[in-house]
């Protein structure tokens, strides 16, 4: 699966870390037992496992200089220093994708486990929010994004959102509410039963690996939308691609580079949805990464992540 952000222990360096409890701890282990936790409102805040790492570790430097003996609940002080880390870095953050070469997409989670994972086990690893989702957070203003997050996704009421936005409560609960609005009118692809999403994933590989450009029309939307992102680092389309004919075209004519003898594809969890990895044979190294949202049983959009930066915390396909 993929990386968690790490965070350092007292000595500095990275260390595991264990569940997401531990809201009546102290010190060092006070950060440790809820590392998981806050990596995951990072990873959801910022798109970018590398940047969520970032983020926990200029947390837990600020916790070793905090006067704990004033803080009552560790966990909830925490999540309110990571927060404010995040708010402050999407700005900075958001400058930089509009600078990006095509477009910018988030970083995925990806797990080849077979069984599905529990709904805890999903959220400490990032993948119960989808691609899809993140990729429509990124319309959102900071403040929305956080307002949204923090109350939709992880239940924090709006008296600490608001300790954590330096805003009012009516203000962040009228911040979740219109970015609650934004997402509903963006993701016009509603959650799909997964045996469905994987039949449809299944579907688009076959017709995928036979260039059949008529057999990907009949499971793509007529208004699919592709989604690539290379970073300018390896080949992509540099802005979305719209329609059924116009994106199965694309598929088709990428099939010389999906399946060769030197590259396979794997059928994989996705931030907790149905999708698919292409990767090298020889060694098992991801090269690319797909999720799919599905409306009425059809892909209605693709999300291709091939920048090579945002692929380095995937671990390679096992038993290659």
């Known amino acids: 699966m993929t990386a968690q952000p790490s965070a350092?222990?007292?000595s500095g360096s990275g260390s595991s870390g264990s569940g997401s409890s531990g809201s009546g701890s102290s010190g060092s282990d006070a950060f440790e037992s809820n590392r998981r936790y806050l990596g995951s409102i990072a990873y959801r805040l910022l798109g970018s496992f590398a940047d969520a790492e970032d983020v926990l570790q200029d947390a837990w430097l600020r916790w070793q200089a905090a006067d704990r003996t004033a803080v009552d609940d560790p966990r909830a002080y925490l999540a309110t220093?990571?927060?404010?880390?995040?708010y402050d870095q999407l700005g900075s953050a958001r400058a930089r994708r509009e600078a990006y070469y095509g477009e910018w997409l988030p970083e995925p989670s990806v797990s080849y486990a077979s069984a599905p994972a529990a709904p805890d086990e999903l959220a400490e690893r990032g993948e119960s929010v989808s691609l899809a989702l993140l990729a429509v957070l990124e319309q959102l203003t900071p403040a929305e994004r956080a307002a949204f997050v923090l109350h939709d996704v992880?239940?924090?009421g709006f008296e600490d959102i608001a300790t954590s936005l330096d805003r009012t409560p009516d203000a962040t609960r009228q911040l979740a509410s219109r970015a609650r609005r934004r997402v509903r009118d963006g993701a016009r692809h509603p959650g799909t039963d997964p045996a469905e999403h994987r039949r449809a994933v299944e579907a688009f590989v076959a017709a995928?690996?036979?260039?059949d450009i008529l057999g990907l029309m009949e499971i793509l939307d007529p208004d699919v939308v592709w989604h690539a992102d290379g970073?300018?680092?390896v080949r992509a389309a540099a802005r979305p691609v719209h329609g059924a004919e116009k994106?199965?075209?694309?598929v088709a004519g990428s099939v010389g580079k999906w399946f060769t003898p030197e590259y396979g594809i794997r059928f994989a969890t996705v931030n907790g949805e149905p999708g698919m990895v292409w990767y090298e044979k020889a060694t098992g190294t991801v090269v690319g990464v797909v999720a799919f949202a599905l409306a009425d049983?059809?892909?209605?959009a693709a999300y291709v992540v091939a920048n090579p930066e945002k692929l380095t915390r995937i671990d390679p396909v096992p038993g290659v």
């Open 247 to 250: 994106v199965a075209r694309l």
């Open 8 to 10: 350092p222990g007292p």
């Open 297 to 300: 049983g059809r892909i209605a």
């Open 208 to 211: 995928s690996t036979r260039g």
């Open 154 to 156: 992880f239940a924090v």
């Open 231 to 233: 970073g300018g680092i």
């Open 81 to 86: 220093v990571v927060t404010r880390l995040c």
